[in-house]
């Protein structure tokens, strides 16, 4: 099991361009989450997904937009990049909503000049 | 309010030495403490968890101490070890209501052992 992987793990953009991160997990979990981490900020929910086809927003989801439209895949989107968006990004998923585990993946560094 | 207020910043203990890192939180309504370890360039992982109904629980060296009253709950590393070295996070999670099971972070303490 290749467990939540993420792609790509490093990207520099400009201000205004787009970009799509892709996160996939191979556990058959219901529920994904978009987080950004910043210093000193801990981790900050963006968007996470209930299940396929279905989106919320999480505390930070100014400026970006997701999709599910398969289970094992959940997309993060930057319509118009802003340097406040640099950040490093993670996915998670998890088997259910409240005191389980969510399992994390590596991280997708994102640099806006 | 759903704030998790994570301390101190960033901790040096010795090899051996017992590292400790607080947590505080202000809804009551939060049912669920879990503490994430995250390795450098790798993401967060699941290290030890505690529901309010209890007051500590302990796995190997890590243990987690719970004070409902105070709304206070800390990580307690024993014998820490260099390898123990990476960020931790606690987080908090609500039991009901439109945020449910959604997790509330810390700020994150990174912690270095020296040898």
């Known amino acids: 099991n290749a467990g939540v992987t993420q792609t790509p793990k490093f990207r520099v953009l400009k201000t205004g361009q787009s970009m799509t991160l892709l996160c996939a997990q191979d556990?058959?979990?219901?529920?994904m989450y978009w987080y950004r981490q910043d210093p000193g900020m801990g981790l900050r929910l963006i968007h996470y997904?209930?299940?396929?086809?279905?989106?919320a927003k999480g505390e930070v989801p100014d400026g970006y937009n997701v999709s599910r439209l398969k289970k094992q895949n959940f997309l993060l989107g930057l319509e118009s990049a802003a340097p406040s968006q640099t950040s490093v990004y993670f996915c998670?998923?998890?088997?259910?909503?409240?005191?389980?585990?969510?399992?994390f993946g590596p991280g997708t560094r994102l640099t806006v000049t | 309010q759903q704030q998790v207020k994570q301390s101190p910043q960033s901790l040096i203990v010795q090899k051996g030495g017992i590292s400790i890192i607080n947590c505080a939180y202000e809804?009551?309504?939060?049912?669920?403490f879990p503490w994430y370890q995250q390795f450098p360039g790798k993401g967060p992982a699941l290290l030890i968890a505690?529901?309010?109904?209890?007051s500590e629980k302990k796995e190997g060296r890590f243990t987690i101490s719970f004070n409902k009253s105070a709304k206070q709950f800390s990580l307690h590393i024993m014998d820490s070890q260099p390898g123990d070295s990476a960020t931790y996070f606690c987080?908090?999670?609500?039991?009901?209501?439109?945020?449910?099971?959604?997790?509330?972070f810390g700020q994150g303490t990174i912690l270095t052992v020296h040898p």
């Open positions: 998670a998923s998890s088997w259910a909503l409240g005191p389980y585990e969510q399992y």
């Open positions: 556990m058959n979990h219901e529920y």
């Open positions: 997904s209930v299940g396929e086809g279905t989106t």
């Open positions: 809804n009551t309504a939060f049912d669920y």
């Open positions: 505690i529901r309010p109904d209890v």
């Open positions: 987080a908090a999670s609500l039991g009901g209501g439109t945020s449910y099971g959604k997790l509330t």
